[in-house]
């Protein structure tokens, strides 16, 4: 079992910056492949950026590409999600998980979430 602890969510204006991290316990996290998902109010959760347990695989969705950067600390046992040009429509739920392979179709484990808020 692996546990996961978001942190870094908030409010902030649309073209701020926001760095999410999420720390894992109970297995060392480079044993997963680690990554975000978001869930907006009212539509179903979606996948961000995910990366491979060492970086050599990276993945982002095509709505966060050249704003968001997924990177990991392995030694930190912590995950990473930095957030630039942000907007209103990336208002969402974040969630962190990770699995042993890879994060799709859905990962093994969960975080609890971390809200972001982009206002106009």
């Known amino acids: 079992q692996v546990q996961l602890v978001e942190s870094g969510g908030g409010l902030v204006q649309a073209g701020d910056s926001l760095r999410l991290s999420c720390a894992a316990s109970g297995r060392a996290l480079s044993n997963y492949a680690a990554g975000w998902f978001r869930q907006a109010p009212g539509k179903e959760r979606e996948f961000v950026a995910a990366?491979?347990?060492?970086?050599?695989?990276?993945d982002y969705a095509d709505s966060v590409k050249g704003r968001f950067t997924i990177s990991r600390d392995n030694a930190k046992n912590t995950v990473y999600l930095q957030m630039n040009t942000l907007k209103p429509e990336d208002t969402a739920v974040y969630y962190c998980?990770?699995?042993?392979?890879?994060?799709?179709?859905?990962?093994?484990?969960w975080g609890q979430g971390t809200q972001v808020t982009v206002s106009s």
């Open positions: 990366m491979t347990w060492n970086g050599g695989t990276i």
């Open positions: 998980a990770v699995d042993p392979v890879w994060l799709r179709p859905t990962p093994d484990y």
